[in-house]
């Protein structure tokens, strides 16, 4: 479910009018799809280690929001969290919002934009 579908492999026979390459090398598309798809959960994977980095060097009251509100199985809200480490919701809500920033600079994938 998490593979988009322009990864899956074709299932049924094309007809192209083209003729094929000079080089009269084998090229499936299913083995170029598989290729794409190993390549992309690399990426992927190596993302995910970096965030998963960025996530343990916060401070022990950031960390504690992002693991409870947003790698939980089940949905949880935000006052049940904030109730759980016993933080007031204004806390709660500022902690937050600095917590994100910090998550935001800290893999270097910010992306700054020019005002228009």
Excluded: C
């Amino acid at each position: 479910m998490q593979v988009p579908d322009n990864m899956l492999p074709k299932i049924t026979a094309g007809f192209s009018i083209v003729p094929p390459a000079a080089t009269n090398a084998f090229h499936s598309s299913t083995e170029s799809t598989a290729i794409k798809r190993i390549e992309w959960e690399q990426k992927r994977n190596a993302y995910l280690e970096r965030e998963q980095k960025a996530v343990n060097r916060l401070p022990y009251n950031e960390r504690q929001i992002i693991i409870k509100r947003y790698t939980q199985q089940e949905p949880v809200f935000d006052y049940q969290v904030y109730n759980e480490i016993g933080m007031s919701e204004r806390s709660y809500t500022r902690l937050k919002g600095k917590t994100f920033l910090d998550l935001a600079y800290a893999p270097n994938e910010v992306v700054y934009k020019a005002p228009v």
